[in-house]
């Protein structure tokens, strides 16, 4: 295992470009099961949730090549379903978005049962709930899910709660269903319409991705497509708390403003300077920082996965606040490792109280999922003396190179062995 070696307190200053966003690019790849032609990808980011869903892939019959650094092909005219299995879907919960494209290609599709996670309960429920709705015979039996349809047929889908993912699933299955499906309750995360936006140049019928239901009318094949990945809005946001927390000034460019409007007013609630143009936002911190409460809620709300980098940042606060998490059950695992640097976080329930702290001391602390590790490095960039942030494969998951990138505006951190 990996760790990084943090010396902080110096401030970062500089421009960065956003990478492409993970979380638009897994239902991209996903999607290439639906495709009747090759695909193009362009933009992809090279981390390790990539590589999973591609050796996914390639268990069904979709090969892939990469030109280049960052675009990526894939030839799916030798797709077949098949068995997702459970050591790759356990490692990346987002390997179950195979499950629609497979049934309404294919037929029939066998995908091991997510389970749970570090950061709480995701259940799948409501993936299950729309394809039965559409017509598919759902077994559930040692482990995995097995669905089977001739052909899915439209339906009118209420999601219990909101789930992107299940959004996302049922979106790709119903692009070959029989008649018109109407998903209510619907994700309007970004990433939901930039896959709304690769199906309709497929040659699908989906109207209404942004807004809380969407509308899409089945057809009988889909081609191939070519896209550039869009920005990833929660790195742009890591990178805009990165120079907050460490009193800096840094510009992230290749973003889209928009997409993280929720976290730029609090961080001008908290007295950062934050500009913007159309593709480049800019923090600068100069004076205290003040508190500021958040509550994590979908899209268009407080992200969940810019949570625990926004703690870290309140742990410098001139004051108390409080951090309230609706979306999981057990997102604070941070707020103990961030105590081991001197924070000041008392928990209950779903919300942590923090008291801000005139500075955080390094430390050896230990990343617990992916955003947590985020978290861990910034508060490591902005504490007193050395951090040691262990087991930072969970970072590898959705930050590529990051300590390469950080060290190019300023900061002293290091990738070391175990």
């Not at 759902?138 to 219990?160: M, N, P, V």
């Not at 870290?312 to 640097?341: K, Q, S």
Request: hydrophobic share 45%; glycine share 12%; proline share 5%.
């Amino acid at each position: 295992m990996d760790q990084f070696r943090i010396r902080g307190g110096a401030p970062l200053r500089g421009e960065m470009e956003a990478s492409g966003s993970k979380n638009a690019t897994l239902p991209m790849l996903a999607a290439s099961l639906l495709a009747e032609g090759p695909c193009r990808l362009r933009g992809v980011p090279r981390l390790q949730d990539i590589y999973t869903i591609l050796d996914l892939l390639e268990g069904f019959g979709v090969r892939h090549e990469w030109r280049g650094g960052r675009e990526l092909l894939l030839d799916p005219s030798g797709a077949r379903t098949g068995t997702a299995p459970y050591n790759l879907v356990r490692t990346m919960r987002a390997s179950v978005m195979v499950l629609g494209p497979l049934v309404t290609r294919f037929g029939r599709a066998r995908v091991s049962l997510p389970g749970g996670c570090a950061i709480g309960a995701r259940p799948i429920d409501q993936h299950i709930k729309g394809l039965e709705a559409m017509g598919a015979g759902i077994r559930l039996e040692t482990g995995y899910i097995e669905a089977r349809a001739e052909r899915l047929r439209g339906a009118r889908i209420s999601f219990d709660l909101i789930t992107v993912t299940g959004t996302k699933n049922l979106m790709m299955a119903a692009a070959l269903a029989e008649g018109v499906t109407v998903l209510e309750n619907a994700a309007r995360e970004p990433e939901v319409v930039s896959l709304a936006a690769l199906l309709n140049q497929m040659g699908a019928r989906v109207k209404g991705a942004g807004t809380p239901i969407i509308e899409v009318e089945g057809v009988r094949s889909l081609r191939g497509f070519e896209v550039e990945v869009p920005p990833d809005r929660i790195e742009t946001g890591t990178l805009m708390i990165a120079g907050a927390i460490t009193r800096g000034d840094v510009t992230v460019r290749r973003c889209v403003p928009a997409h993280v409007d929720a976290l730029t007013l609090r961080l001008r609630e908290a007295g950062l300077d934050v500009t913007e143009g159309e593709d480049w936002v800019r923090v600068r911190s100069e004076g205290a920082i003040r508190p500021v409460n958040v509550r994590t809620a979908p899209y268009p709300g407080f992200p969940t996965d810019l949570q625990a980098q926004f703690m870290a940042l309140m742990t410098l606060a001139e004051g108390a606040c409080a951090v309230t998490e609706t979306i999981f059950e057990n997102r604070f695992m941070h707020a103990a490792e961030l105590g081991r640097m001197g924070a000041r976080i008392g928990l209950d329930g779903r919300t942590a109280h923090v008291e801000g702290v005139p500075a955080l001391q390094g430390a050896v602390v230990m990343a617990t999922d992916l955003r947590a590790s985020a978290s861990l490095v910034l508060a490591g960039l902005a504490a007193r003396g050395e951090t040691v942030v262990r087991r930072v494969y969970h970072l590898d998951r959705g930050y590529e190179s990051l300590e390469t990138r950080l060290r190019s505006i300023g900061a002293d951190i290091q990738r070391v062995a175990e």
